[in-house]
């Protein structure tokens, strides 16, 4: 349920690739490495970025390089593409605080995985989306990843956070592409469903 016109539909260009996040031998960020690597993507036509997801390691990062890094995509992102940054981290009150600095310094949307450590039930799941929906002041972006988490969830569950306000679509990272199809059917129109299996890439674009 996203009332709001969607900002990740203001394009019709949605390849948006997982960022790595370069780091120097010390572990601090490669600033200029990464200010090079997205001028690069940008250069060879994506339309946008999807900034500290698992490709960037962002949950094993520290918080201030996480911010730096979105900082820098968000900069370099300014009339050439939509950025999406992952908040997801072991304490939920980190998310949020990720999702307000996001919206601070200007990305357009934020995405989480949901908690996985240690093991957690469905509605505990769903109530964390519905509360990073609530505090974040950006569209949200569900995540299924369920080959890093563990977790397997039935379409049902996965298309009850669809209603939830300010979910604005789902990353769908899971090789199950009929699952994902018949997912895609609950979507309202504004809403989106980005494929997270980059080796996929052609076949998801099909689906």
Do not use: C
């Not at 539909?9 to 031998?25: E, F, G, R, S």
């Not at 993507?41 to 946008?48: A, H, Q, S, V």
């Not at 730096?68 to 980190?94: M, P, W, Y």
């Amino acid at each position: 349920m996203y009332l709001m016109p969607n900002p990740l539909l203001a394009t019709d260009n949605h390849i948006l690739p997982a960022l790595v996040t370069p780091l120097k031998p010390s572990g601090q960020l490669d600033a200029p490495s990464a200010e090079r690597l997205i001028d690069h993507l940008y250069k060879k036509g994506i339309g946008g970025l999807y900034v500290t997801g698992s490709t960037g390691e962002g949950i094993y990062l520290d918080f201030e390089i996480r911010k730096q890094i979105v900082e820098i995509a968000v900069r370099l992102s300014k009339g050439r593409g939509n950025v999406i940054v992952h908040v997801g981290a072991i304490q939920a009150a980190k998310a949020f605080e990720l999702a307000v600095h996001a919206g601070k310094v200007g990305a357009n949307a934020v995405s989480s995985i949901p908690p996985f450590a240690g093991g957690y039930s469905w509605d505990e799941v769903k109530t964390f989306y519905a509360e990073l929906a609530k505090r974040s002041p950006l569209p949200v972006v569900a995540y299924y990843i369920p080959g890093l988490t563990g977790q397997q969830h039935s379409i049902v569950n996965l298309a009850s956070l669809l209603t939830i306000p300010n979910i604005a679509g789902f990353k769908f990272t899971d090789p199950n592409f009929y699952t994902m199809q018949r997912l895609l059917t609950r979507f309202s129109p504004d809403q989106v469903l980005y494929n997270g299996q980059d080796e996929a890439l052609a076949l998801g674009l099909q689906v």
